[in-house]
């Protein structure tokens, strides 16, 4: 359901660093929304300083940029909660300084958003979802959320 974008500037992004941001975001959109684990998907990117301006000048700070699809239906206070959890969260998983973090929202309708090849629910409809997939889909997204847990 959500989709995190996370685009840096670092050249020493390392898979540690990588996951601790990965699990920090996760944790971050499950417990605030209560969606599951296996509906959270974090993608990284690299953009050079030198590709990455502010004001018409090239970036001078290591940055994050985390861009977040998620699905329309949250409460204002829960999506400011949100992106203000992620800015602490993904400083402290990266060693970088909040200024260096930057979050975006960006909601999408569920309606308009398909994953493991089915339309999402409205938010707070998650279970009927799942226990309408097929039990091929719902035994391997247990499985996800299993190997998250872990």
């Not at 992004?13 to 941001?21: D, E, F, P, Q």
């Not at 990266?94 to 929202?105: A, E, H, M, R």
């Not at 398909?114 to 999402?120: D, K, M």
């Amino acid at each position: 359901m959500p989709t995190y974008i996370v685009r840096s500037t670092l050249t020493d992004l390392n898979a540690t660093t990588k996951h601790r941001i990965a699990k920090a975001i996760t944790t971050a959109h499950t417990e605030i929304t209560g969606a599951n684990t296996y509906f959270a998907q974090v993608v990284f990117d690299h953009a050079p300083g030198e590709d990455w301006f502010i004001g018409g000048v090239p970036l001078e700070r290591d940055t994050l940029f985390v861009h977040g699809h998620v699905r329309s239906g949250r409460t204002d206070d829960q999506k400011r909660t949100l992106v203000e959890r992620l800015v602490r969260d993904v400083s402290n998983a990266s060693g970088l300084p909040t200024q260096g973090i930057w979050v975006y929202l960006s909601e999408i309708r569920p309606g308009l958003m398909a994953e493991f090849g089915h339309v999402l629910p409205e938010p707070g409809e998650e279970a009927a979802w799942f226990d309408a997939l097929p039990e091929d889909d719902r035994r391997m997204l247990a499985a996800m959320a299993e190997r998250a847990r872990s």
